[in-house]
Nanobody, 124 residues
Framework: QVQLVESGGGLVQAGGSLRLSCTAS????????MGWFRQAPGKEREFVGR????????YYADSVKGRFTISRDNAKNTVYLQMNNLKAKDTAVYYC?????????????????WGQGTQVTVSS
């Protein structure tokens, strides 16, 4: 069993930056595909981006491409989401997600583990 804990959320002005962290415990996530999703009030959870188990491949939603960057440090069992040039529409609860056995995080229905979420609020 893997536990994921996100941190780093908060309130930031439009145009600012935040870095979210997702630290895993219980097992090493070095063979897990990892990803980030977000959910705004009244909306469905949406895909933000993902990173391969080895960290060599990333993929982002069009809405964040060029502004957000996902990285991972398997030695620290941690995944990061660097968010730059934040916009009011980025306001949401951000969730870390993990998928076992080298598989990519694509569909929220296929995620094996979720974090509890961290709130990001961007003021305009």
């Amino acid at each position: 069993q893997v536990q994921l804990v996100e941190s780093g959320g908060g309130l930031v002005q439009a145009g600012g930056s935040l870095r979210l962290s997702c630290t895993a415990s219980g097992r090493t996530i070095s063979s897990y595909g990892m990803g980030w999703f977000r959910q705004a009030p009244g909306k469905e959870r949406e895909f933000v981006g993902r990173i391969s188990w080895g960290g060599t491949s990333t993929y982002y939603a069009d809405s964040v491409k060029g502004r957000f960057t996902i990285s991972r440090d398997n030695a620290k069992n941690t995944v990061y989401l660097q968010m730059n040039n934040l916009k009011a529409k980025d306001t949401a609860v951000y969730y870390c997600a993990a998928r076992e056995s080298y598989r990519s995080v694509v569909d929220p229905k296929e995620v094996d583990y979720w974090g509890q979420g961290t709130q990001v609020t961007v003021s305009s």
